[in-house]
Nanobody
Framework: QVQLVESGGELVQAGGSLRLSCAAS????????MGWFRQAPGKEREFVATISRTGGNTYYADSVKGRFTISRDNAKNTIYLQMNSLKPEDRAVYYCAADYRAWYLSGTYTWDEHEYDYWGQGTQVTVSS
């Protein structure tokens, strides 16, 4: 069992930056690939970024590539999402999620939300124009 708690969401002006954090509790955090997803009002939840177990591999949605950076600190059981050059369309509730990966899949990740095993409760990001 893994519990995930996101933090860092707030109101920011367009062009600004935020860093979201997701703290995990439970066993074997380093056995999970991690992902960030978001859901805007009236829209389906969408993939944002993912990172492999060791942090060596990452993948981003086209809409955030070059602006957002996902990272993790396995010693602190935490992942981060650094968001720069924020746009009004980035406004959403941001969720982190954990996907168990066996050791031989340690360099892999997924953008498919259905493969994730655990989810946080979300943190609200609002971007004013």
């Amino acid at each position: 069992q893994v519990q995930l708690v996101e933090s860092g969401g707030e109101l920011v002006q367009a062009g600004g930056s935020l860093r979201l954090s997701c703290a995990a509790s439970g066993r074997a955090f380093s056995s999970y690939a991690m992902g960030w997803f978001r859901q805007a009002p009236g829209k389906e939840r969408e993939f944002v970024a993912t990172i492999s177990r060791t942090g060596g591999n990452t993948y981003y949605a086209d809409s955030v590539k070059g602006r957002f950076t996902i990272s993790r600190d396995n010693a602190k059981n935490t992942i981060y999402l650094q968001m720069n050059s924020l746009k009004p369309e980035d406004r959403a509730v941001y969720y982190c999620a954990a996907d168990y990966r066996a050791w031989y899949l340690s360099g892999t990740y997924t953008w498919d939300e259905h493969e994730y095993d655990y989810w946080g409760q979300g943190t609200q990001v609002t971007v004013s124009s």
